[in-house]
């Protein structure tokens, strides 16, 4: 059952690879399309209430039989992987079309369908060599998606730090399998909870996943590979591959015993990335950098919901740990939907303007109605507000955090702050967004690329509101996804038996309906009345200037810049400035950038000092035989000196 639509993306990608001509790129959408369909359908079914499904074959692959398996928590991530797959591959026949791309399209879709299904494979697959070989094929598919546009120098650039990060991930997991397999005596995945010395092992999941993930610090590959990618493959980046990290941490942290004290380490791992994500999304110039940013901010959600399960769990598997948990993986979904429709809509913009840059933006909505108006709508949901499907998934969050408050034992002292600094995140990302929708949608035109703009076409626009659809749906009828939700939760600890109703989700999912009708009817009625009265437009005050220039305009620095100098000691801007000098000067400027602090400050010098010293030590090895025996026998008096002094103790 499941075999099937995997095979079906392998097999658009062969096709792509074999045939060319216009009737190509047709073939290998309708595939992709009909294999992510059949993906879905079956995830829906067991998320339905189905039995668990699983496959074993005869034939081993690398000394080890394949297994496939396909539960609650594989399923919910499966969903996403082929609503975000689907609308990517029908995004990218406008975006990265072969007219404009003839050299790298083609290969593009090649990739898209290797990616596909190497996600798809990590999901379902239950054996750790497999997994490993299906995790390193997305990264190097990822790779290859990321560097399609390989002329630009900061792509590559982009492309190798990835590819880096990701292969650090992959060692700390191959150490993770391998012990893992070693005291086992199997690569078989499955439940160990009852083998408490495989607790250690987490802590190398720890790692290898939330690299992956990109949690702070560890994110430092993530800003500069989703602000470079192609806008379609940033959309799947930050939507699905980063979510094979919280995959990976959900999963085994269900299956494996857990260390004392993990879960307080995860959830203030969570808080920090929320925060410091949001902060730094606010510093940003770049758009999809600063969509990026915002990536590390919605991981660290996550991370709150699962760090507060696990402390349920050492707490003798309290209530509120399933709405944490819950509210953490429906957020994986919301997250997934929003974010990918947020960078649909960027990219619908550098599309029709070339440029990224928020300072040569402005005015875009006029020429642009349709992605202002979808990008706008991921803007409320991202933020968390009301009616859409961002706030149901926060509000579980908030739910599980205020009863373990009210429950007045030791988690009470972190769910406080942890809320309060939850909510400090969506007051910044309110902020942040109020920027980039005014910034880049409102205000006059800042180039002349931006006054030339135009609305994109059909597939990219049909992509963009198949995903804004499913952010409505969630928005307005959650009670609907609750029980793919608690399956999941269910299938994470299947001690917990109950169905974890959060609250009213009926209540709630009737308020955004009234909510929706109401916002709904006032825009209606106002678009009425100025019709009927002939309201002209004119432009708003100008300062008394008689001329006045898209200059004067707010930019995105002196929108966010107030809020972004409480965070200056994390974000250490870099200002550069000309100060006027005389009362009428002939020039004057301020630029302010904000450089990516760990990777900038921290890993570059480190990483510098250990290439000073590798060159240095590379010097030792000239060729000279003489020079070698005076090193052995150095090290011989040094080992000698080392048991003399031992005997002597």
């Given at each position: ?8 993306a ?32 079956a ?49 990218g ?33 239950a054996?750790g ?84 993930a ?25 939507g699905?591959t ?15 015993p857990?260390?004392?004290?993990v ?47 696990l ?7 309290a ?13 994986v ?15 619908s ?9 928020m ?37 579980l ?99 917990w ?67 972004t ?32 602090t ?22 030792l ?29």
């Amino acid at each position: 059952m499941i075999v099937a639509p995997l095979l079906g993306a392998a097999a658009a990608a062969m096709l792509l690879a074999l045939l060319a001509g216009r009737l190509a790129p047709r073939a290998w959408l309708a595939a992709t399309l009909g294999s992510v369909s059949a993906a879905v359908a079956a995830a829906v079914f067991v998320l339905a209430g189905a039995d668990d499904w699983e496959w074993r074959s005869v034939v081993p692959v690398g000394g080890e039989p394949l297994c496939f398996r396909l539960d609650g928590i594989s399923a919910l991530f499966l969903v996403l992987l082929g609503v975000v797959g689907g609308a990517g591959a029908v995004y990218g026949r406008e975006y990265w079309a072969d007219a404009a791309h003839p050299r790298s399209a083609r290969a593009g879709r090649v990739w898209w369908s290797a990616l596909v299904l190497s996600l798809g494979l990590v999901l379902l697959t239950a054996n750790g060599l497999h997994f490993l070989i299906a995790w390193e094929l997305f990264t190097l598919s990822a790779y290859f998606l990321i560097t399609l546009d390989r002329h630009r120098s900061e792509v590559r650039a982009a492309g190798w730090l990835y590819l880096g990060a990701s292969h650090a991930a992959v060692l700390a997991l191959f150490a993770f399998f391998a012990t893992l397999a070693a005291r086992t005596g199997s690569w078989e995945l499955g439940p160990l909870r009852e083998h408490a010395e495989l607790a250690p092992l987490f802590w190398l999941a720890l790692f290898g996943f939330g690299l992956k993930a990109g949690l702070f610090p560890l994110h430092i590959w993530l800003p500069s590979a989703h602000a470079n990618a192609p806008s379609h493959v940033s959309a799947i980046l930050s939507g699905v591959t980063i979510k094979m990290g919280i995959y990976g941490l959900v999963r085994f942290s269900g299956w494996l015993p857990m260390p004392v004290g993990v879960g307080w380490v995860v959830t203030a791992l969570g808080v920090l990335s929320a925060v410091l994500g949001v902060a730094f999304a606010l510093g940003q110039h770049d758009l999809k950098r600063l969509l990026a940013y915002h990536s590390v901010e919605n991981i660290g959600i996550i991370l709150i919901g699962l760090g507060f399960a696990l402390v349920a769990v050492e707490q003798g598997d309290a209530a509120w740990g399933r709405l944490a948990l819950a509210g953490g993986l429906l957020h994986v979904w919301n997250h997934g939907l929003f974010k990918a429709l947020l960078f649909l809509g960027a990219g619908s913009v550098l599309h029709a303007t070339g440029t990224r840059e928020m300072s040569q933006l402005g005015g875009l909505w006029r020429a642009m109605p349709w992605t202002a108006g979808l990008f706008g709508l991921g803007a409320v949901a991202i933020v968390g507000l009301p009616p859409l499907n961002g706030f149901v998934s926060e509000w579980l969050v908030y739910l599980g955090l205020f009863d373990a408050t009210i429950a007045h034992g030791p988690s009470a002292w972190a769910a406080i702050p942890a809320a309060i600094l939850l909510g400090v995140t969506g007051a910044l990302a309110l902020a942040c967004f109020i920027k980039v929708c005014g910034v880049v949608f409102l205000g006059a035109p800042r180039s002349p690329a931006a006054a030339q703009a135009h609305e994109c076409g059909l597939p990219m626009r049909g992509a963009m509101l198949v995903l804004a659809g499913a952010c409505v749906a969630i928005g307005l009828a959650p009670i609907v996804f609750w029980p793919a939700v608690a399956r999941a939760v269910r299938t994470w600890r299947p001690v917990w038996s109950g169905e974890a109703t959060p609250a009213p989700l009926f209540v709630l999912g009737l308020a955004h309906v009234a909510l929706a009708v109401i916002a709904v009817a006032a825009a209606w009625w106002l678009w009425r009345r100025a019709r009927r009265q002939g309201l002209s437009r004119a432009l708003t005050w100008d300062c008394g200037y008689a001329a006045p220039t898209a200059r004067m305009q707010y930019t995105a620095g002196s929108l966010a810049g107030i809020i972004t100098e409480w965070f200056a000691f994390i974000l250490r801007p870099e200002r550069h400035e000309q100060r006027p000098e005389v009362s009428f000067p002939v020039s004057a400027s301020h630029a302010e950038h904000t450089p990516e602090t760990v990777l900038e400050k921290i890993v570059q010098p480190v990483s510098l000092v250990v290439m000073r010293v590798s060159s240095a030590v590379r010097s030792l090895q000239h060729g000279r035989v003489q020079s070698y025996l005076l090193y052995l026998l150095i090290g011989l008096a040094g080992l000698a000196a080392l048991v003399v002094l031992g005997d002597g103790q």
